[in-house]
């Protein structure tokens, strides 16, 4: 029975989370940028770096757009260090990008899509900040250093505040009933402490003091003898 609550409710958590971001963000993620369109190899703008939130079908390039996603809500894709990244004035159009760094690179602030790998690990200090899912040091105080990362940390901190209120509402039913055991039990035993009243004996009866005999009585030595006068 427990079991089935908690699968149910991993998957209201998982509906709850599908809602909560627009469907094109874990594509997006997951998409591979700056690889030749296979549609149009043949030019020398078939890097693709484009993409269309509209109809969410990979990584496209600038012809492909001219071509079939007129009046789409499209965005483009950026490198800095090898790394994907999205100018931020671009990105918070459709998208909260509330907690993420944002990075000044050539004249345009900008977000990662996703972690990047660490060669050292972090070290924390007094006035240092920090991911809250990988850990990677931060310029300033903001919780997340890419969008991948705030899909992560805000999903398991709603995960586990929800979780934390069932359980919550659970301890204190569990607690309600535990109580009103504890008072059960708790009447139980003061009646158990409690001796009942003895039965009646003959010795109940007597209502003065008795007397202990001192021993086996013994005859007076000359109480047989008979005297002559």
Known sequence: MIMGEELKWEKEMKRVEDKRWPPWLKPLLATK????????SDSHKSECNMYCL??????L?????????????TIQIRRSSYHDVIRAGEIQKVLDISRVQTYVI???????LNPRPQ???HKAGALSYCCLVCFRSLLDS???CSLACKIAGTSTEDHYKKK????????????????SSQESGRSTVVESFNPSTPPMTAVSYQTGPTKRR??????????GLLLEV
């Open 61 to 73: 390039c600038s012809l492909c757009l001219s071509h079939d996603h007129q009046n789409h809500r």
């Open 106 to 112: 050539n004249s345009a602030r900008v977000v990662f």
């Open 33 to 40: 940028f700056f690889v030749q369109c296979k549609a149009h």
């Open 54 to 59: 509209d109809c969410i079908n990979g990584a």
């Open 142 to 144: 903001f919780h997340f």
């Open 164 to 179: 934390g209120k069932k359980e919550n509402m659970d301890a204190s039913d569990t607690d309600s009933y535990a109580s």
């Open 214 to 223: 001192k021993g086996v009585p013994h005859r007076s030595p000359f109480g």
């Open 119 to 121: 060669t050292r690990p």
